[in-house]
């Protein structure tokens, strides 16, 4: 799939560094504003317990999990909706993207500078939406004006457009971002039709020091507190420990520092497992002798769609799938020990795929 997270920020709070530990991909990491120009895009592989467990029953000959492509993005600062800094690059390359994930400092080092001098979660993140929200307003406001237009014709539908849009500009006058704003069926695809960046899901990275990254500190609850009527999670990431995670080699040594520092993963797998979240993305699996393989689909799919991941001739000859749930794959240890248990489904073109599920779909071309 194409889908795709951002990650954003203002300069100098940890994004080229998370952005490494996802992808050790090596982007620029600079105690300077702008470091990163021009975004990195990245392919992050997705952890899943589910897929080794499949794998220990199956034996393939090769396992491959899912991924998501992750995108870091230029720094941004007051005025980037009128140019600033990098504004104009910055903001077309959140359009680009369908989630964001918003790093936000939440650590005191006097030895990374700040671009506003001091510490402040609540102040940096004020910053970003209001330059989103600025540029927003600006898309709205030129809808506004050609929908006032076609109100005067007289057409029901073109006067409904008008009304909405002129809530939604009142409500983006506010400071509040449009994911906050009701929409309902009746005009939702006119909402999407304005591409709006402040509509795309949000997730909130504190990057903390190491010894908040379990329990958070004043910084991160501040921040916390802030976005609680926003219907967005926040994460608590330690930036510095992530980057010395990847730069250990064998998993037991990952494991030994990881009890040190008390914690039971690392921090980029939660964030991981949170964009993908964040995507309203599911995973279901293949499973054979050649490979037991996870597959991404947006939540709601049916089976054609999903049979279509793989290959658009399994969608259009599509003719069943045949579905195991994977806790009972996991219960009875074989395919062949569920199909005698009579839980093997088989379903057809209606059928909502389930996270979890695995699948092998039956076609005809």
């Keep these: ?67 998501v492509d992750i995108l870091d993005i230029a720094g941004l600062i007051k005025g980037a909706s009128k140019g600033e800094g990098l504004g104009n690059q910055f903001l077309a390359n959140i359009r680009e993207v369908d989630a964001i ?34 540029k927003d307003l600006e898309t ?8 006032s237009k076609l109100a005067k014709s ?5 006067k409904i457009n008008f009304e909405f849009v002129k809530r939604l500009n009142a409500h983006l006058e506010t400071g509040a971002p449009a994911r906050a704003f009701e929409v309902t069926e009746q005009n939702i695809e006119l909402y999407k039709d304005l591409y709006l960046l402040t509509s795309k899901p949000i997730l909130y990275v504190c ?16 921040l916390t507190e802030q976005v609680k009527n926003e219907n967005a999670e926040v994460i608590l990431i330690s930036a510095s420990i992530e980057s010395e995670i990847i730069q250990l080699e064998e998993d037991e ?35 054979g002798e050649k490979e037991v393989r996870a597959w991404t689909v947006k939540s709601g799919s049916t089976a054609p769609q999903a049979a279509g991941v793989i290959h658009t001739d399994f969608e259009k ?14 219960k009875f240890g074989s395919e062949a020990a569920v199909k005698e248990a009579g839980k093997l489904g088989v379903e057809g073109k209606e059928y909502i795929v389930k996270d979890g599920d695995v699948m092998h779909f039956r076609f005809n071309v």
């Design 1 to 67: 799939m194409a889908l795709k997270c951002g990650i954003v920020g203002l300069p100098n709070v940890g994004k080229s560094t998370l952005f490494n530990a996802l992808t050790n991909a090596k982007a620029l990491a600079a105690n300077y504003p702008f470091a990163t120009k021009e975004p990195n895009l990245g392919v992050i592989t997705v952890p899943d317990d589910r897929l080794k467990r499949l794998a220990d029953i199956v034996e393939p000959q090769r396992i491959l999990p899912t991924t």
């Design 101 to 134: 994930v918003h790093v936000v400092r939440c650590f005191v080092d006097d030895n990374v500078i700040h671009v506003d001098g001091n510490v402040d979660p609540v102040r940096d993140k004020d910053v970003i939406d209001t330059e989103l929200i600025f």
């Design 140 to 147: 709205v406001e030129k809808r506004l004006d050609k929908l």
């Design 154 to 158: 007289g057409v029901p539908a073109d």
């Design 207 to 222: 990057n903390v020091d190491e010894n908040s990254a379990k329990e958070g500190n004043e910084f991160s609850k501040k």
């Design 253 to 287: 040594e990952k494991m030994m520092f990881l009890e040190e520092m008390n914690l039971t993963e690392p921090g980029v797998n939660r964030l991981i497992r949170s964009c993908y979240k964040l995507l309203n993305l599911i995973t279901y699996f293949t499973a």
């Design 317 to 330: 000859g599509f003719i069943r799938a045949e579905v195991i749930k994977y806790e009972e794959y996991i």
